[in-house]
């Protein structure tokens, strides 16, 4: 009888702190789809301070205007880490075309990819050998791509509904094809855009030429998927056409920018440290929108809905906008060198970059107990169809944080229209639905909410 009364003492206890929770989260999704700042905050960022390329003078424009927007928050803390940038400057637009004959051309839409070397002045135009991938390249060899362009074309795999598993499976050529291809003779580069639709906006993104000599490098520019689908065409029909592009990018020296970063002391643990963030650089086509407006936005309001609702967090939550992800994770990486100088105690880590679109669940990067205690909450999100709780990875810049300890999640947003944005010119506000955003914002709060008041596993008592 005793044992039975206290299972139902228990099993009344545990509704009771579920109904508490099932409140909480209520409230946060009401405030976030009434009164939430997140569109209002990127609006601006989008709009009036557009593409945040590191080194930028509008990268640097959304550190102050994100600071002063979390300095109106109330926050116990806020200010700028500084950390040293690469300075990449794209020039005038990039221009392409096909020729088939002389005098006969196509234009084709291309743009360089990020840190690519300029072409020549006067531009390049070479004959064309098309590949999939580095091993096809070697197995062709110097022989036969020697003088020529490189023409990487392996699609997206479109059978893959985690789109984020179909842009892992290609990107590579786009990083490191230049560096590959130059170590055969080719004298430039272009590559299939990372998107899955087809259409006419090239997609750019982060290259590298790895330890090859600056002498040696080669452009490298990405094409539009339909102009990929073009040139692969026209090259069947008459491998002998040549392809003419021209680009006037160049790396600049370092300049220094900023984390932008605000802090709510904890009430009970103050030594211990949970995050959330994004990254606040972008790249220069659009405005930076989905990648990753959206989520620095999401990860201000989380603190201002808190605040909001009248949850005091008991352990310190820091709000970490983070510059540089784009083209060399330096934010990241200052972060987490700046926690350990200072031995500081992070426990949780939440990141938001995979664009404003409804959310789907998280991703947590977490040992088995820990994934277990999180995924326990599932039930909690159901109301408001965030159901996928995936055990493994986070997000690149709190990925640093890493330590076999900290616990690491990114929120994912359902993906199949990122990769018609990512990297590229339609990457726009006007492609951000509010609601969706305040979704998003209202998730990424209720999970550090529920963290934050249950605690995680240390790992001395997993052990133990």
Known sequence: MRILLIILLFVGFASHAQSE???KIKAIYDAALTQGKAYDWLNHLSNQIGGRLSGSVQAQLAVEYTRDQLDSLGLDNVWLQPVMVPKWVRGTPEYAYLESKPGITNSVPICA????????LGGLKANVVEVKGAEELAALGRETIEGKIVFFNRPMDPTLINTFQSYSG????????????????????IVRSMNLRLDDFPHTGSMSYGELPVAERIPAAAISTNGAELLSTTLKLNPGIKFYFKQNCQQLEDVQSFNVIGEIRGTTYPNEIMIVGGHLDSWDLGDGSHDDGAGCVQSMDVLRLLKVTG??????????????????LRGGNAYAEMARKKNENHVFALESDAGGFTPRGFSIDANAENFQLIKGWQALFEPYLVHMFIK??????????????????????????????????NDTFEHVNKRELELGAAAMTSLIYLVDKYGVIPPKKIKG
Do not use: W
């Open 170 to 189: 290609c990107v590579d050529q786009r990083y490191s094809g230049a560096a590959e291809a130059a170590k055969f003779g080719a004298v430039g580069v």
């Open 311 to 328: 949850y005091k967090p008991k352990r310190t939550l820091r709000v970490v906008l983070f510059m540089n992800e784009e083209n060399g």
């Open 392 to 425: 493994g990875g986070s997000g690149a810049d709190i990925g640093p944080l890493k330590n076999g300890e900290v616990v690491l999640a990114g929120l994912r947003p359902d993906s199949q229209r990122y990769f018609d944005h990512h990297h590229a010119e």
């Open 113 to 120: 990819l990020g840190g690519s070397v300029a072409t020549p």
């Open 21 to 23: 929770d099932e409140i």
